[in-house]
C-alpha cells in the first residue's frame, strides 16, 4: 500500500476495516461473483432490483484493501440508483482508472480516491473487480472476471 497518496489510503483503509454493506442479501433478485486471479480478491455481490431502481445492495468477500475498498464504496454509490444511472457510473469509473496518468480526470466525488490506481495497473484490476461483478449482475450473468 506503500503506492497511493496519504488521504487516498485513509479512506481506502476506513472502508477496508468497516466496509459497508458488508453482508449476504437473502431477497435478492440479482448476484453475481467476481474474481481477479492476479491479485486473488473475491467477491459475492447481491442486489435487490425493484422495477428500474436498485432498491438494496450488499456484497461479501475476501481480498486486498482497494478491492473490498472499492466494493464498499460502489455499494454506497449504487445505492437508491437506477440501473441505466448505475451502467453510466461504472462506464465513468472504468475510464478514471484507465486514462493514463498524466491526463485529466473527471471528479467523482468520494469514488475519485481510486484515481490513484491508474499509476499502478495491477491495482487497477483490484478496484474495478466491483464494478465489473456489478455489470455481471445486471446483465444476469453469474460470473465476473477482471481478466
Ligand atoms: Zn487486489
Redesign the pocket.
Known amino acids: 500500500m506503500g503506492d497511493l497518496s496519504d488521504l487516498y489510503q485513509e479512506v481506502i483503509l476506513d472502508h477496508n476495516r468497516r466496509p459497508r454493506n458488508f453482508r449476504v442479501l437473502e431477497q435478492a433478485s440479482h448476484h453475481a461473483e467476481g474474481f ?1 486471479p492476479l ?1 486473488g ?1 473475491r467477491l459475492n455481490l447481491f442486489l435487490a432490483i425493484d422495477g428500474d431502481v436498485i432498491a438494496d445492495v450488499a456484497f461479501q468477500g475476501s ?2 484493501a ?2 473490498k475498498a472499492s466494493a464498499s464504496l460502489m455499494t454506497d454509490a449504487v445505492k437508491g440508483q437506477t440501473v441505466g444511472a448505475a451502467q453510466s457510473l461504472f462506464a465513468r469509473f472504468h475510464q478514471m482508472v484507465t486514462t493514463p496518468p498524466d491526463r485529466a480526470v473527471e471528479d467523482l466525488g468520494k469514488l475519485s480516491v481510486f484515481a490513484g490506481v491508474r499509476e499502478f495497473p495491477v491495482r487497477v484490476k ?1 478496484a474495478s473487480l466491483a464494478w465489473h461483478t456489478l455489470k455481471a449482475a445486471l446483465e444476469r450473468n453469474e460470473k465476473a472476471s477482471t481478466e
Do not use: Q
Request: with cysteine.
Open positions: 481477479n491479485c480478491d481480498g486486498c482497494i478491492s483490484c
